[in-house]
């Protein structure tokens, strides 16, 4: 209820007395902080420079050096789930984000949604007198949420942001990113000809809208969650930090954990005696063959040469961002706001296993279940890091850099997949500077932590719903305490079927493997670990100590039921991807796009995945008409219908490998149909459909050809379905060098893609009387 008006009113203003009170804003505790959340995708705790690993992180340096370094900070093991964390401070099935966003599955700790019981830390500070600002990536938005017509009431801005700017999704080509600004799709301000770069770009608006606020209201706190593309694929930097690196992981990755691990333990990352777990832990006949690692002297010249430059390209892309976020810290320094700034430097999971036991120049085929080949990535070596890949480092680099645990990304009964970097600095709030910590914490500690340091609390009831408590604790008693005892008592795990289980020093992880024991959850072996005493759990105890493991697991099963858990899901990315997940539109076979319009984006466009399809562009040519009629995808995967040098041409750009050109003979002017013919006949070896394809001129049969089609997405965010043009990174490399390559000389009506039965030239008739009645 609103504070009761305690003026005077009278029948006349001046006889009256005003109240301001009742009307006023909340202001923020007085001396609250700014709050700098920097948080990096895909990184295991033994890459950068202050946990012991060669690649260089002077910023993060320059705050742990001026702050605290933690050594068991915890996440979900995959990005969204760990970003929804960090929103609201309650555990991930709690946020209904069991997966990353693509993979909803329709259960109460699964939609996709945040509940209104789940206050986001955007939305308590801005209610308490905070500017709030998010740039770069937001992967906590549904799927069918993201188009220009869709919902708003997941975006940033209904979340408690007062300004956006970055991109929706996983994640996005660093060169050519697909951008949105407040809660608008927008265009990239210029290419990277000119110097674009993401990371550059994020820490660019991040900078002008810190100095708008401290322009306007230099009294009022602020919270920015910076989160740009880096780390996660594709791994891309300018090639002046390309060449930095050159030469730095030759010995291999084998060599680089026993190397790291030593460093690690001087710096007091891990205790002195801490084990180097196995590289490849799991028993060959349970493993899934596509996380395994092929061990360094196995490989062959051009493999080692190949592998260690994607790490190369991962260290470059990973300090090229880290001083980009230093440009930031250096302004707060210039503008005296650095002191009285709580900066938060992490990562949200473990280094990705996405790139395959090879490696892969274009990481889209890991979401199509399609495999690298080393003779298709060598051919790429000397582009890596640049516009021409979108590469990722192969499975032992993934070990490597997360070493000395088990496993990577995805797996979360391993500290592989969760155990992560974090730095905490705040000038004015700690003195004990340039240590580190050892306790036991979580990602859902994080807004606990800055609620306590700011003065807040999380409201019991916000906007008349009861909120859920936090999950997390506070960290803030371990700032001036190096020994004091862990204040969490227990955290559970839950990833893609794989599940674990933390409790006052010890830990429970269910071992499974999808690939030979789907489901039979029943039937997964339980192993235990002290982590007090073994940091890297590699010794089984569970023989040991029974009834210690018997508890665990029953501990597993209570959170799992307090918190939505189950079911467990061990589906693989390509299956869970193909889910039949809620749209905004009702399902329909037949789809009209129009030119002028933005682009489409892929979970909301049409989907030609697994189907015949029919491709019709209705237009009035002339003898200089060219351009594209319609695109959808990139170089690393799409296809595109267009007229170059007064021909018709129909590319299938089959996951960057294999562009597939049908051609007509020259056009003529006048009113047209042309269009494109896709007849699905079987699946191929890895999923993708194989058929047979045909051009059409009106109702002219002008060339056909065999057709691969990808089974998956063409990519997990951006280069949606264009109308008239290509999205800045072009399908067909016939016309790279002309940009989007927009349709110019003549008109274009619009394009129709039919999805159904009915066979293209009873469609091309229907277009056709369509047209003429205009």
Request: aromatic share 10%; charged share 25%.
């Amino acid at each position: 209820m609103s504070q009761p008006f305690s003026g005077v009113i009278k029948l006349d203003v001046r006889d009256s007395v005003p109240d301001w009170d009742p009307y006023k804003l909340k202001e923020a505790p007085a001396g609250a902080p700014n709050v700098l959340v920097i948080l990096y995708d895909d990184t295991g705790l033994a890459a950068w420079s202050p946990y012991g690993g060669r690649i260089e992180m002077p910023t993060m340096q320059r705050l742990a050096d001026n702050g605290l370094t933690y050594t068991q900070w915890h996440t979900a093991a995959l990005c969204s789930p760990t970003r929804s964390m960090l929103l609201t401070g309650r555990n991930h099935h709690q946020n209904r984000c069991a997966s990353i966003t693509e993979g909803t599955t329709g259960f109460p700790g699964s939609a996709g949604r945040l509940p209104a019981e789940c206050a986001t830390i955007g939305q308590v500070l801005q209610d308490n007198g905070y500017s709030t600002f998010w740039v770069g990536k937001n992967h906590n938005v549904p799927e069918e949420d993201v188009c220009s017509g869709g919902s708003r009431s997941e975006w940033p801005l209904a979340k408690g942001f007062d300004r956006f700017y970055g991109f929706i999704g996983g994640e996005t080509n660093q060169w050519y990113p697909d951008l949105v600004e407040d809660n608008r799709f927008i265009e990239q301000p210029y290419g990277p000809e000119d110097g674009y770069h993401l990371s550059k770009d994020l820490a660019d608006q991040a900078i002008r809208m810190l100095r708008d606020q401290n322009s306007s209201n230099p009294s009022k706190p602020w919270y920015l969650w910076w989160c740009p593309g880096a780390n996660h694929a594709p791994h891309h930097a300018p090639q002046d930090y390309i060449d930095k690196y050159r030469g730095r992981f030759d010995d291999g990755y084998e060599a680089y954990r026993e190397w790291v691990l030593a460093e690690m333990v001087t710096k007091g990352i891990v205790p002195e005696g801490t084990a180097l777990t196995p590289l490849n832990p799991m028993p060959e006949e349970v493993a899934n063959p596509g996380d395994q690692v092929r061990p360094w002297d196995t490989l062959n010249d051009d493999e080692k040469k190949l592998f260690a430059r994607m790490a190369e390209v991962f260290a470059a892309f990973s300090e090229y961002t880290d001083a980009q976020a230093g440009r930031i810290i250096d302004y707060l320094e210039k503008s005296g706001q650095l002191d009285n700034t709580l900066i938060i430097y992490a990562a949200d999971n473990g280094a990705s296993g996405e790139g395959s036991p090879n490696g892969s120049v274009n990481e889209n085929k890991f979401f199509n279940g399609y495999p690298d080949s080393l003779e298709a990535n060598m051919r790429h070596l000397n582009d890596l890091g640049s516009t021409h890949t979108y590469n990722h480092y192969p499975t032992g680099w993934a070990v490597a850099f997360s070493t000395p645990f088990q496993m990577f990304k995805r797996y979360s009964q391993f500290s592989g997949g969760t155990c992560d970097p974090l730095v905490i600095s705040w000038p004015k709030g700690i003195t004990a500077k340039g240590t580190v910590r050892t306790q036991y914490h979580h990602a859902t500690d994080i807004v606990p932590t800055i609620l306590d340091v700011v003065g807040l609390a999380m409201p019991n009831t916000y906007r008349g719903v009861e909120q859920l408590p936090l999950a997390g604790v506070s960290m803030r008693y371990s700032f001036e305490d190096a020994e004091a005892p862990t204040t969490k008592k227990r955290q559970y795990f839950a990833m893609l079927g794989t599940r674990g289980i933390w409790e006052d020093g010890w830990k429970a992880a269910a071992i499974h493997a999808p690939t030979s024991n789907k489901g039979n959850f029943d039937a997964d072996r339980w192993e235990l670990y002290h982590v007090d005493e073994d940091r890297s759990e590699s010794t089984d105890l569970a023989a040991d100590h029974p009834e210690k493991l018997a508890h665990l697991i029953q501990v597993w099963f209570d959170e799992a039921d307090k918190n939505d858990v189950l079911p467990l899901d061990d589906r693989t990315p390509v299956e869970l991807l193909a889910v039949d997940r809620p749209r905004s539109e009702p399902p329909r076979t037949r789809y009209v796009y129009y030119p002028d319009t933005s682009p489409v984006p892929e979970g909301v466009a049409v989907s030609i995945r697994g189907r015949d399809y029919k491709i019709l562009a209705d237009v009035v040519l002339t003898d200089d008409s060219e351009g594209v009629l319609f695109a959808h995808g990139s170089r690393f995967g799409g296809h595109s219908l267009f007229i170059k040098d007064h021909k018709l041409y129909y590319v299938y750009n089959f996951l960057g490998e294999d562009e597939q050109i049908l051609e007509s003979s020259e056009l003529s002017p006048g009113k047209l149909t042309l269009g494109v013919e896709f007849t699905r006949e079987k699946a191929g070896q890895n999923g993708e459909s194989v058929g047979s394809a045909t051009l059409y001129v009106g109702t002219d049969s002008v060339d056909s050809k065999a057709l691969r089609v990808q089974a998956g997405k063409f990519t997990l965010s951006g280069d949606g379905l264009c109308v008239g043009f290509d999205s800045a990174d072009p399908v067909s490399s016939l016309y790279h060098d002309r940009g989007s390559f927009p349709f110019v000389g003549g008109e274009l009506l619009g394009v129709g893609i039919d999805v159904s039965v009915d066979q293209y030239l009873d469609l091309e008739k229907e277009a056709a009387a369509a047209f003429a009645l205009d």
